[in-house]
T-cell receptor, first 113, second 114 residues
Framework: NAGVTQTPKFQVLKTGQSMTLQCAQD?????MSWYRQDPGMGLRLIHY???????DQGEVPNGYNVSRSTTEDFPLRLLSAAPSQTSVYFC????????????FGPGTRLTVT | AQSVTQLGSHVSVSEGALVLLRCNYS??????LFWYVQYPNQGLQLLLK??????LVKGINGFEAEFKKSETSFHLTKPSAHMSDAAEYFC????????????FGQGTELSVKP
């Protein structure tokens, strides 16, 4: 099993550009989440999904969109990047039986100039 | 609402010394508590967790933590630090009705001196 994979590993965007961060998992987990990590602030939940077709907002959802068309994939879209979105983004997944036991991907480091 | 506070953004210990990383939480529901470790340029790895039952939980790499409800604490300890323990450590809280959502503390960077 590859676990949770994220692409790309690094990305530089200009203000106003759009992009999609990819996340996939091969563990058939129902729950998937996106977090951002900023120095001194820990990880903050952006959006999460409890299954295909179901998504909800987390603590810091503004500026981000998500959709979940399959169990395996949970892409995160930045429609118009801003410097405040410079961060490290982590995707996580967990099984419905123990939704709090999350498996994290390796992260995507995004810089917005 | 739930929240987590980690006391000390940076902790430095000598190799072989006791490691103590502090975590306090607030939760309106019975909490599930976690410690994650992040090595440089890597994702997070679960060290240990408390959900129900025994309040002293043991994790990987010789770490353990004790859930103290009266103190709303879940401090992480290891009797003897190793150089390989140098990393950032995150405490997190969830609850049985939280749908898997984790609330993280701000993190504590552990340095180990030879």
């Amino acid at each position: 099993n590859a676990g949770v994979t994220q692409t790309p590993k690094f990305q530089v965007l200009k203000t106003g550009q759009s992009m999609t961060l990819q996340c996939a998992q091969d563990m058939n987990h129902e729950y998937m989440s996106w977090y951002r990590q900023d120095p001194g602030m820990g990880l903050r939940l952006i959006h999460y999904s409890v299954g295909a077709g179901i998504t909800d907002q987390g603590e810091v959802p503004n500026g981000y969109n998500v959709s979940r068309s399959t169990t395996e994939d949970f892409p995160l879209r930045l429609l118009s990047a801003a410097p405040s979105q410079t961060s490290v983004y982590f995707c996580a997944s967990s099984p419905i039986a123990v939704p709090y036991e999350q498996y994290f991907g390796p992260g995507t480091r995004l810089t917005v100039t | 609402a739930q929240s987590v506070t980690q006391l000390g953004s940076h902790v430095s210990v000598s190799e072989g010394a006791l490691v103590l990383l502090r975590c306090n939480y607030s939760s309106s529901v019975p909490p599930y508590l976690f410690w994650y470790v992040q090595y440089p340029n890597q994702g997070l790895q679960l060290l240990l967790k408390y959900t129900t039952g025994a309040t002293l939980v043991k994790g990987i790499n010789g770490f353990e933590a004790e859930f103290k409800k009266s103190e709303t604490s879940f401090h992480l300890t290891k009797p003897s630090a190793h150089m390989s323990d140098a990393a950032e450590y995150f405490c997190a809280v969830s609850g049985y009705n939280q749908g898997g959502k984790l609330i993280f503390g701000q993190g504590t960077e552990l340095s180990v001196k030879p």
